[in-house]
């Protein structure tokens, strides 16, 4: 199993940038995929989240800035971030997580790719 982020650098506040996740060795359609970000100091949050239905939901802190997609086709999920703000600053994960028979859950990471936001 593999989850390969990129899309990541550096971006002046107030600018954008679209972080993508590909996907490997697993069957990406069926299950939910997240991005999680951690800063310096801080715990790793869950930035937005997509089910394998397509139903999202975001951070209260990025609601109406960022915009989680998925496309199965091509095993990637998609961040789109706008008007970004110096506290945006973080490692971005991608997850992939499913709940399988016998509640087991298989749970995967990627390496994470750093936003930063700064003049």
């Known amino acids: 199993v593999q989850l390969v982020e990129s899309g990541g650098g550096l971006v002046q506040p107030g600018g954008s940038l679209r972080l993508s996740c590909v996907g490997s060795?697993?069957?990406?359609?069926?299950?939910?995929m997240g991005w999680y970000r951690q800063a310096p100091g801080k715990q790793r949050e869950l930035v937005a989240a997509?089910?394998?239905?397509?139903?999202?939901n975001y951070a209260d802190s990025v609601k109406g800035r960022f915009t989680i997609s998925r496309d199965n086709a091509k095993n990637t999920v998609y961040l789109e971030m706008n008007s970004l703000k110096p506290e945006d600053t973080a490692v971005y994960y991608c997850?992939?997580?499913?709940?399988?028979?016998?509640?087991?859950?298989?749970?995967?990471w990627g390496q994470g790719t750093q936003v930063t936001v700064s003049s």
């Open positions: 997850n992939a997580y499913l709940i399988g028979p016998g509640l087991r859950p298989y749970d995967y």
């Open positions: 060795g697993f069957t990406f359609s069926i299950y939910a």
């Open positions: 997509i089910t394998s239905g397509g139903s999202t």
